[in-house]
């Protein structure tokens, strides 16, 4: 059974840095064709994605988001983590992790779980 | 970056209507677009994956259509959990980047 969840601070002050962990189970991120991803969504507004690392530790960013984001994962742990910098009122938002893998191409295209979700609010 | 532009923004439909929603990329992506409904106050859910394959426990209600740039997600017969709002995604061979859709709300008439 894959399951994800994320977890992290509810409030974090403009310019602060966030730190999100995604805690997985059900399947191995050093498994070929596996991968995970930070999703974003401002309440109301529609999902945005941020990050994703692979099995192979390759690593892509949001071309807009890039230089506030890293993304790193502990295989032996099951967590994938999300770093972002210089937080502002406007990335306020629900933060998803996923597992994307891949469906009839080798390629990991789609996200097939994912977690719940948890609110970050930026505000002083 | 590869943009994907749905239409209509909302659309407005009776119980046992179909559903046409459209997902345009402004390059292609072969086949490599997800279909996903979201609820309130849900993460999405995955519906249809490379095009037009349905993800397990899917009803069949549901199918994926497309290939290039322009895709489509049709409800044959909308049942009345199906009011939600539909995200398409893509993630081409190059750049190997991720995008969504601005998203189409169905709303009940």
């Known amino acids: 059974q894959v399951t994800l969840r994320e977890s992290g601070p509810a409030l974090v002050k403009p310019t602060q840095t966030l730190t999100l962990t995604c805690t997985f189970s059900?399947?191995?991120?050093?498994?070929?064709?596996?991968?995970v991803s930070w999703i974003r969504q401002p309440p109301g507004k529609a999902l945005e994605w941020l990050a994703l690392i692979d099995w192979d530790d390759d690593k892509y960013y949001s071309t807009s988001l890039k230089t506030r984001l890293t993304i790193s994962k502990d295989t032996s742990k099951n967590q994938v983590v999300l770093t972002m910098t210089n937080m502002d009122p406007v990335d306020t938002a629900t933060y998803y992790c996923a597992r994307m893998i891949g469906g009839t191409t080798p390629l990991p295209t789609f996200y097939d779980y994912w977690g719940q979700g948890t609110l970050v609010t930026v505000s002083s | 970056e590869i943009v994907l532009t749905q239409s209509p923004a909302t659309l407005s439909l009776s119980p046992g209507e179909r559903a046409t929603l459209s997902c345009r990329a402004s390059?292609?992506?072969?086949?490599?677009l997800a279909w996903y409904q979201q609820k309130p106050g849900q993460a999405p859910r995955l519906l249809i994956y490379d095009a037009s394959n349905r993800a397990t426990g899917i009803p069949a209600r549901f199918s994926g259509s497309g290939s290039g740039t322009d895709f489509t997600l049709t409800i044959s017969s909308l049942e009345p959990e199906d009011f939600a709002v539909y995200y398409c995604q893509q993630r081409s061979n190059w750049p190997r980047l991720i995008t969504f859709g601005q998203g189409t709300r169905l709303e009940i008439k």
């Open positions: 059900g399947f191995s991120l050093s498994t070929s064709g596996m991968c």
């Open positions: 390059q292609s992506v072969s086949s490599y």
